[in-house]
T-cell receptor
Framework: GAVVSQHPSWVICKSGTSVKIECRSLDFQATTMFWYRQFPKQSLMLMATSNEGSKATYEQGVEKDKFLINHASLTLSTLTVTSAHPEDSSFYICSARDQGRISGANVLTFGAGSRLTVL | GESVGLHLPTLSVQEGDNSIINCAYSNSASDYFIWYKQESGKGPQFIID?????DKRQGQRVTVLLNKTVKHLSLQIAATQPGDSAVYFCAETAGENEKLTFGTGTRLTIIP
């Protein structure tokens, strides 16, 4: 089945540094990927929609200059948390849509998530 | 704004019993609903989905019921097993853009 890989699975960084998280579709092509963040014991909140070859679409309240998204190929989207602060500590999850399948949310595959801790 | 919510944040069920997890949604334009299972430290795993032109759909040990009149859906898990312990989220979307809105989640604990 479709597999989405996230890397790193966990990362610890110092306040003020930038962290890049990768989301790869391993066995399918994805023109669209989605980035979510999830705080402990809370639900997933959509941050942005990543579109291959074009700018990401950010949800209201998400700072695009802080959360840089690049979708340079059909199998890779990256999320860079710039000048990270402790309040950015969270679980970041991506999902990808297999463009070769009939549309519908059941063709979305989620990555295993990346836990970011900012000291 | 529109939101998807759950009635019960936690649920404990004896192993072997059936469990029912409920979800209320408020976006009347939602036409596609999905249940996800999330284990600790992992991403959501698709369980079952249902479109708005249906009111019931069954899978292996799971059944989803949709009541559009009261904007409510439920997930029934039959003969629960320890491996069913997880957080369950309902999610909804309107149209084909696959932007999912997740509910608040219910933690299901199966008691051996």
């Amino acid at each position: 089945g479709a597999v989405v890989s996230q890397h790193p699975s966990w990362v610890i960084c110092k306040s003020g540094t930038s962290v890049k998280i990768e989301c790869r579709s391993l066995d399918f092509q994805a023109t669209t990927m989605f980035w979510y963040r999830q705080f402990p014991k809370q639900s997933l909140m959509l941050m942005a929609t990543s579109n291959e070859g074009s700018k990401a679409t950010y949800e209201q309240g998400v700072e695009k200059d802080k959360f840089l998204i690049n979708h340079a190929s059909l199998t890779l989207s990256t999320l860079t948390v710039t000048s990270a602060h402790p309040e950015d500590s969270s679980f970041y999850i991506c999902s990808a849509r297999d463009q070769g399948r009939i549309s519908g949310a059941n063709v979305l595959t989620f990555g295993a998530g990346s836990r970011l801790t900012v000291l | 704004g529109e939101s998807v919510g759950l009635h019960l944040p936690t649920l404990s069920v004896q192993e072997g019993d059936n469990s029912i997890i409920n979800c209320a949604y408020s976006n009347s334009a939602s036409d596609y609903f999905i249940w996800y299972k999330q284990e600790s430290g992992k991403g959501p795993q698709f369980i079952i989905d249902i479109r708005s032109n249906m009111d019931k759909r069954q899978g292996q040990r799971v059944t989803v019921l949709l009541n559009k009149t009261v904007k409510h859906l439920s997930l029934q898990i039959a003969a629960t097993q320890p491996g069913d312990s997880a957080v369950y989220f309902c999610a909804e979307t309107a149209g084909e853009n696959e932007k999912l809105t997740f509910g608040t989640g219910t933690r299901l604990t199966i008691i051996p």
